[in-house]
């Protein structure tokens, strides 16, 4: 199937949950950089665990912006929650608005915030579209970056010229085809 209508992954900001790098207090918030997306995406994934105190309400917030998501009903485990509308870019922060912590995974990186100190551990972010783009939206990005593989050598136009091939190719074989089945 070219398309599908689950969720994609479109980005994330280079860290792997590899475990729990810090425990998220209530009414505290850790904060981020989103990393980079092929495409705009709709949520982050992000590992959470409860450790048996059940869900605890997981805030969505960005710097500069009122607009927030909240995540309420969630088990241990991957997680998304909804990016607000018109935010996309920049720092995420997820705030716990319950009365028990939740374990967040990332790695042992420099890099997220916690009351506005840098913090020795950067949480994992995964971006994730519900609206994947389709394969031919993408496609003249991906054939001008085919002849880059190369450090370049072939130059941006070799995708085109590899496509151009491949359909004289099979038009060439379909022809073939049809006149030895005459």
């Not at 409860?50 to 969630?74: C, H, I, K, M, N």
């Not at 420099?110 to 020795?120: F, N, W």
Request: charged share 15%; glycine share 14%; net charge positive.
């Amino acid at each position: 199937m070219l398309r599908s209508d689950s969720p994609s992954v479109v980005g994330d900001n280079g860290v792997r949950p590899l475990g729990w790098v810090t425990t998220i207090k209530p009414h505290q918030r850790v904060c981020t950089p989103l990393g980079s997306a092929s495409s705009p995406p709709d949520a982050i994934r992000v590992t959470v665990g409860v450790a048996g105190a059940g869900a605890q309400p997981l805030a969505l917030t960005f710097p500069g912006s009122s607009e927030r998501s909240v995540l309420r009903d969630y088990p241990d485990g991957p997680v998304e929650l909804r990016i607000p509308d018109h935010v996309a870019a920049g720092t995420a922060c997820i705030g716990n608005r319950g009365h028990s912590g939740v374990y967040i995974a990332g790695e042992g990186l420099a890099g997220s915030t916690l009351h506005g100190e840098e913090q020795p551990f950067m949480v994992s972010y995964i971006l994730v579209s519900h609206h994947p783009p389709s394969w031919s939206s993408v496609l003249g990005r991906v054939l001008r970056h085919v002849g880059q593989a190369r450090a370049g050598a072939g130059g941006s136009a070799t995708g085109w010229i590899v496509l151009a091939l491949a359909v004289a190719m099979v038009a060439t074989a379909v022809g073939a085809a049809a006149r030895w089945a005459r």
